[in-house]
């Protein structure tokens, strides 16, 4: 994996990165203030050492949202479609990239789900029977 560069991007596709092996870890994270952030049940999230990541385009397009309250969280996104987008951690030596923005699979697979104690209730602890897309309810 030493070398691979993944791409990412944003939904609406206008920011874009690349981001490059060895990563520092690949991990699912259920604290609250990424519930929050993500609006979902855990961030996933890829950490590298901040020379492994570039911008393609579009970083003048990014906003960042440093949270007061926090010694380090931050997020940051496309100001056009409000999407995740990879930050660098306030002592600015890690990039936290979320793995949904990425267009590329890594060659990884998540390592380990950290603040475990902090997951929602309903949050990866239950076997839902899977669909190929919208159940029927939705038409
Ligand atoms: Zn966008
Ligand atoms: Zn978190």
Known sequence: ??????????LCG???YHVRA????FAHCHC?????ATGSGHATNLYV???????????????RFDLPS???????FC???GSPLPHHTRSGRIVVVPAGSLDDEPSISPQARIFWESRAEWSCSDAAP?????PEWWK
Do not use: H
């Open 22 to 25: 060895p990563y520092l870890q």
């Open 70 to 76: 926090a010694k380090s969280f931050a997020t940051t």
């Open 49 to 63: 050492e901040r020379p492994n990541f570039e911008w393609v385009r579009g970083e003048e397009l990014t906003a």
């Open 79 to 81: 100001r056009n479609c």
């Open 14 to 16: 206008s920011v874009a």
């Open 1 to 10: 994996m030493s070398g691979e560069v993944l791409a990412g991007s944003c």
């Open 32 to 36: 609250r203030r990424c519930r929050k």
């Open 130 to 134: 899977t669909f190929v897309a919208y």
